[in-house]
């Protein structure tokens, strides 16, 4: 036996920072739950029992503590850029370090009409992601957002689609879409991290730009599907991020069923008449799909 791959490090770190603005008095959260990941000359820690090569896991958690209050946390992409370097810049048997960065929602509460100074809501599970490769060749970078959950109770259809002894769908041109958006979008290598910070605003404006087509084109498309829905959102994302070259979308299709209650009386509830349905928690479509510039 041979050992193929391995990488090691800290996972579920959670970490929490404020700014305080000291002429203003307004204060500002982050919360993100950080993975790192470290690979290189570390075979014989789990060939030969040999730990010198191993920086603790704990080291590692250490230094995620450590990177957040010396550099900025946000955004995202720069935090993890900055302590992935770190260890390659620390540790010459290092060679890739892995960070995944995940940015909870905290959003400044509005009390009688005015942001609150030092107040912030949970409004959602959705998160702003990031993955980050830091290697000796450079910096690779996925943004993304996940767990956003969206539902429109009309425009979108699906019909069409093959019929033969297997089907039982019925074509309908008019149901309930809802999904939990998994977006991404994969940036052109960064050579260090010097090229991640020179244009630092670049990474806010996609996720603004990300989030903002995804629910506009959720919300005024006629879906023909799933698919062609989720196609149109990584057109549009490629062109208003033109550092960035592909994007990707994982989307379930969260089933909400008719609910024929005819049989109570002559209770009408199906087709146009349907007002009552059974939310699914399972099964549920997955659809994926990766767009490129061509
Ligand atoms: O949008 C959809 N895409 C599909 O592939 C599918 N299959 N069943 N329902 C579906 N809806």
């Not at 193929?4 to 603005?21: C, I, Q």
């Not at 290189?40 to 060939?47: A, H």
């Not at 900025?72 to 540790?91: C, M, R, T």
């Not at 990707?248 to 009408?268: A, C, I, M, R, T």
Request: charged content about 25%.
């Amino acid at each position: 036996a041979r050992l193929s791959a391995a990488r090691y490090g800290k996972d579920n770190v959670r970490v929490y920072k404020v700014h305080k603005d000291e002429k203003t008095g307004q204060q500002s959260v982050t919360e993100m739950t950080v993975c790192c990941l470290l690979e290189g000359e570390i075979d014989t820690s789990y060939t030969q029992a040999d730990n010198s090569v191993i920086v603790a896991t704990d080291s590692i958690k250490n230094t995620i503590y450590i990177k957040a209050k010396e550099h900025p946390v946000n955004p995202p992409e720069l935090y993890a850029s900055i302590l992935g370097q770190h260890f390659l810049d620390k540790y010459a048997h290092i060679s890739a370090a892995h960070i995944d960065v995940t940015v909870h929602r905290w959003t400044r509460m509005v009390i009688d009409g005015q942001p609150h100074p030092h107040s912030f809501l949970r409004d959602g599970q959705e998160t702003r992601n990031v993955e980050a490769t830091v290697t000796r060749d450079g910096i690779t970078i996925k943004s993304g957002i996940v767990g956003l959950q969206v539902l429109k109770s009309t425009g979108s259809a699906f019909h069409g689609f093959v019929r033969d002894e297997f089907t039982t769908l019925k074509e309908t041109w008019d149901r309930i879409l809802s999904t939990d958006v998994d977006a991404g979008w994969t940036w052109k290598k960064f050579a260090n991290v010097a090229a991640v910070q020179d244009g630092v605003e670049r990474f806010d404006a996609a996720w603004e730009a990300a989030r903002n087509i995804t629910l506009k084109t959720f919300a005024e498309d006629e879906s023909a599907s799933v698919q062609n829905t989720m196609y149109k959102m990584c057109e549009q994302i490629l062109d208003a991020v033109p550092e960035t070259e592909k994007t990707n979308y994982s989307l379930p299709n969260k089933h909400y069923f008719e609910v024929d209650l005819s049989w109570y009386k002559g209770l009408q509830n199906t087709g146009k008449d349907a007002e009552v349905y059974a939310p699914q928690s399972g099964p549920n479509g997955l659809i994926k799909c990766e767009v490129s510039r061509s």
